[in-house]
């Protein structure tokens, strides 16, 4: 195997490992998100591919899916972690700015949107996005840490030198503004993550 993707796969594995150091289990939390959001159906979107860690979670679930990120960077990364595992080609990566997608209106089913929320400058632009790429009965999944998985990240930044910036908007927040928007809204908790599915009902 190639030795970028090795030396990535070590990076991850210890990466996965700090955090459940600290409790956080990365596949177990992943996996909870993913049994709340069934059934997935038809075209699936992963706002924010980040370094793969929800990627790899859906690929290996056997889900074929289309997954953004801003970040040429981080999501180099991901697409070397889904390799090691012989799953990239569940995925077609991109690169999109989230306030301003490039996709057709209602282009997919399914929007996963994970540990992302916080990091958004204007996040009610980014769903407004969602809203408009997404299909009628389609869905909206956003999990985002609860106060006991931001305060496990708070340590981990800390821990390397780093601040972990968080925006203002809550997940009740955006559940209003999405509930104003006419979806239906249910959620769902683990210890470390909320988890907020918004149906677009067809009338």
Do not use: W
């Not at 697409?79 to 997919?108: M, P, Q, R, T």
């Amino acid at each position: 195997m190639d030795k970028g993707v090795l030396e990535n796969h070590e990076r991850y594995s210890e990466r996965k490992n700090l955090y459940k150091s600290f409790g956080y289990d990365i596949d177990k939390e992943r996996d909870f998100i993913i049994e709340k959001a069934q059934p997935l159906y038809g075209d699936i979107l992963e706002a924010g591919t980040g370094k793969g860690h929800f990627s790899l979670a859906l690929a290996k679930a056997g889900y074929h899916f289309t997954s953004f990120d801003i970040s040429e960077t981080e999501q180099a990364i991901a697409k070397l972690n889904l390799k090691y595992f012989g799953l990239d080609n569940h995925v077609d990566f991109c690169i999109e700015d989230g306030e301003h997608l490039s996709f057709k209106v209602a282009s997919f089913d399914i929007i996963f949107c994970i540990n992302m929320l916080h990091h958004l400058i204007n996040p009610y632009q980014v769903i407004n996005e969602f809203f408009r790429v997404l299909s009628l009965g389609g869905k909206i999944i956003i999990s985002d840490f609860t106060e006991e998985g931001f305060k496990i990240m708070d340590k981990i930044h800390i821990l390397e030198g780093r601040t972990h910036d968080v925006s203002k908007a809550t997940m009740t927040d955006i559940e209003s503004y999405l509930i104003d928007k006419g979806l239906r809204t249910q959620k769902y908790r683990s210890k470390f993550q909320e988890v907020l599915i918004a149906y677009r009902q067809i009338i």
